[in-house]
């Protein structure tokens, strides 16, 4: 086990003050902090490698092709998978299974289950493909424990072509069952796609062994650069995708009379793609190879169980259950003082917290609030931030409820 | 600027705090300035556009001497309105109008605040100078 | 006027050896060199100020937020445009005008002006909506002297609604008469995207001026990072626009009954943004700004025209007329020797060349040919440089020609 | 490795030069080293996928020997299949499956070439190797 202090070390942003105090980010569930080697390759990458890829003779463009595609090979070996096509993040991923899998597949008629613990980009592009072509959507209820209602689930399948299910909430942290998901789908003849933008970077993840179709995930929440995702595919569904968008790299031929398309992932990734990001995330996902997530994970949900503790003992609401496989993720609500207000208190001591609605509204209308002040932890993280944070939530308390 | 004795003591007092905390704790204590605007009276005209939280305010202009009413579920954003009634409540029509936002740049307040926390202070004193001015036309 | 010399010590790249030589960088119009000023920027935001943007209230995600906001402002004011949607890059920028525009305005039996000298990010997107909408495309014929065939457009544009053309193109160089064909579009109702991912990097462009509806361009191939890229529009037409790709920040609402959108140009940049890359891109703008792009224009080009007739006098094919506002862009053939071969070798001492189709087939097979070599300049390039390549083909096609 | 003494000779040869642009000369020279199959039989079966340039391949195993034909619009191209040519035209069909593309490696020529040709170099190898199974199965 790497001590955190040393862990800590890789990441230049934890040197950071604000207003004079030692930054303490527990905004990870928004976006997590990156080690020294992302931003050392991608600053190699700009200044001694820099090229358009693919298709070209000179040594720039070699090792830029090199460097792009090794993020797909280091991709399909982390989360065992067949196809990764590489997009600018969980949203697009989303929205490209909407457009080259739903709009091939889905006829007037078909229904889609989701889940009211979605993140907003796991509900519109669906809202929007629904409206166009008529498809019923069916959202699972969350129940008072904060899980899905498998119950309803079970009777909502029947006819269903798709499921789209988050794997683990960006508000509750709450780990969703999607074996079981997975499972029942299959059961059904539905197709399964697993949000995982706050599970791949707190989990090790076998997409081929869960048997979900599909699965969005972000670099940027796992120690990866901002603007690259990715979407990983099964064989049978790959095959049934049809373009999405046009344009450069994606195409074998173009004539006036029509074009042929790429048979792999390239066929998805239309224009100049995201080399130096590629690059980036690779060392990123290097990075999380090395990390013992197991201990690390179970590390960090100790503290956010404490905390949780130590909010309800102050008379706070705690939106979460912390179960062995949930994340370090701590939502909740003071009875009368209004969020943002604590959000910038905390940030006068260097306290980095996010409030609101976390673009999961439908979650938060079902437990009837409008949004929460939200706590997440991530690997580099130390139990000492997190009793300094009740230490100063409990003077502002004090000084201000 | 044309401030008031009192604006000018407020401004110098914020810009002696160092302090980002000791600072919002000023904020804070200024929101029992305001001259409350009922709940019950919070409607689509007085709402201020921008802000995260419910922001409220009304403007009239008795005798060209302003008088400013505000409300928000903020303590945050209420202190901001309690400066501003200490800015503009009470005073000539014509002096309001001659202000700027600049007097909270200078308090060093705006930014203490988050971006969308200081676009809302200009939303509101947008909305109060062009109230200001519809009144006095 | 800055030396040029001075100019290339802000691009650490350029101190790169390649097997043992100098690099000498020529495929610019694939895509550009970073100043450190970008370099820089980009590794700046990662170790002190990385978070996500918008509606939050800590330090470090105002900071990124204004970082992110910056990008648009400068690239409106560079531009000058009312409304800039940040994107992947030209390709998705495209895209979003035939998905959020296209699909809302056009029907059945409507006809859209494309030209032969497009880049396939300009062709393969307007084939996929009239291959699914059942639209006309017509193609406006690039003549024997490389110009487009005017009295040929002008016959094509009754009773067509969108007219979409490269600015300058990317495999000859050639700058189209934009003015022109957005002065006749009008007088017949059309709208207008440029294509300006070559034109962005090399002139000033005054969008509102030229009267354009959309104009499409790439960071990566003006000093910027990968993965970003712009869409200006103007008010007209960006009122006209529908929601393309669902998710974070795009909405206003949402709930399981349907969503509202945001009103400004982030209703059309669905999840996370690219952060990293717009604070990138903002110093690319910077450094752009602080050149005098007509003095630069005119060197490079300069040179180009030297080439052209070195090449010539070789025995080469030059496909290019290097009219004053044309890119400083050489595309040629040897009449024997193969192309790649050719851009081996060259690589075997440092040069750094693109061969084949360029993404540009159309124009290729009414040139009837299958490819070109191409050397592209930019402000960084000396005449020098030029000289030596000249001197190396020469040797080159003595040993193996 | 079982090398044929040509090979290994060839393999010698290359690593013996530092300067990039002499082993592509080298490369060049063996393209005359190439059993020439006529343009005219290019068709989709000779085709190597995957190379940017047009390259085609034959191989026929008589009496367990190797014989191999080959064709590029490349002269790069055609320089490998000389390569390719010296390494099995004429062996035995055994010794020739019992080869890798390792010895293109040690060679140091695939470095010298763009991922796409080098690929193609490879996906040449895999084709004639498939080939020369096939016919002796
Ligand atoms: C004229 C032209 N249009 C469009 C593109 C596509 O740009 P990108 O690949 O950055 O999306 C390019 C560059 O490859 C180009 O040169
Ligand atoms: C569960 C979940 N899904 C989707 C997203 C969207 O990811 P991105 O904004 O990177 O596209 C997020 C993060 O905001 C998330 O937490």
């Known amino acids: 086990m790497i001590e955190v202090k040393i862990l800590r070390e890789d990441f230049p942003i934890l040197q950071r003050e604000i207003n004079g105090y030692p930054l303490v980010y527990l905004d990870n569930a928004a976006t997590t902090q990156k080690p020294n080697s992302v931003i050392d390759a991608m600053n190699d990458y700009y200044s001694n490698s820099n090229a358009n890829v693919h298709r070209a003779v000179h040594t720039l463009a070699g090792e830029a092709t090199e460097g792009y595609e090794s993020c797909r090979r280091a991709l399909k070996s982390r989360f065992n998978a067949n196809k990764a096509i590489i997009t600018s993040g969980t949203t697009e991923a989303i929205n490209l299974v909407a457009h080259a899998w739903g709009r091939a597949n889905l006829s007037d008629g078909d229904a889609i289950i989701l889940t009211e613990m979605e993140h907003h980009s796991d509900i519109v592009p669906w809202q929007m493909l629904a409206q166009e072509m008529n498809i019923e959507l069916r959202y699972v209820p969350v129940q008072k424990d904060l899980t899905l209602d498998m119950e309803l689930f079970e009777a909502a399948i029947k006819g269903a072509k798709l499921v789209c299910v988050v794997h683990i909430s960006n508000v509750l942290g709450v780990c969703n069952p999607v074996e079981k998901i997975v499972e029942i789908a299959k059961q059904n003849g539905a197709r399964v796609l697993l949000d995982a933008a706050q599970s791949a970077p707190h989990q090790e993840i076998n997409f081929e062994q869960i048997g979900a179709d599909f699965m969005a995930f972000s670099a940027h929440k796992m120690c990866g650069p901002t603007g690259i995702g990715a979407l990983l595919v099964n064989d049978e569904s790959f095959d049934e995708m049809q373009p999405f968008m046009g344009g450069g790299d994606m195409i074998e031929t173009v004539s006036i009379h029509g074009s042929t398309y790429q048979k792999n992932e390239q066929k998805f990734e239309a224009g100049t793609p995201r080399i130096a990001e590629a690059i980036g995330w690779t060392e990123a996902i290097k990075w999380l190879n090395s990390v013992d997530i197991k201990i690390e994970h179970k590390r960090i949900l100790e503290s956010a169980r404490w905390l949780s503790g130590e909010l309800r003992r102050m008379g706070m609401t705690v939106y979460g259950r912390h179960d062995d496989n949930d994340a370090a993720v701590v939502s909740f609500l003071h009875p009368t003082m209004n969020s943002e207000d604590l959000a910038h208190l905390l940030d006068a001591r260097g306290f980095a917290v996010r409030t609101g609605h976390h673009c999961a509204q439908p979650l938060l209308d079902r437990l009837e609030i409008s949004g929460t002040v939200r706590v997440s932890l991530y690997f580099y993280n130390t139990h000492d931030e997190v009793v300094s944070f009740v230490n100063y939530l409990e003077e502002i308390l004090e000084r201000f409820a | ?137």
Chains 1, 3 share one sequence.
């Open chain 2, 1 to 137: 600027m044309n401030y008031s004795a009192e604006l000018l003591e407020l401004i110098e007092e914020f810009q002696d705090i160092d302090d980002k905390m000791e600072r919002l704790e000023m904020v804070f204590d200024l929101a029992d300035e305001v001259n409350l605007l009922p709940v019950e009276q919070w409607c689509d005209t007085t709402r201020v556009q921008g802000c995260q939280s419910e922001a409220h305010v009304k403007v009239e202009v008795l005798d060209s001497e302003v008088n400013f009413y505000a409300g928000a579920d903020s303590k945050l954003v209420q202190g901001l309105m309690g400066i501003l009634t200490m800015a503009i409540h009470g005073a000539k029509a014509d002096l309001v109008l001659s202000l700027t936002p600049e007097f909270a740049t200078e308090m060093g307040i705006l930014n203490s605040l988050s971006p969308s926390r200081s676009n809302g202070f200009r939303n509101m004193f947008d909305k109060v100078m062009t109230e200001v001015k519809q009144q006095v036309d």
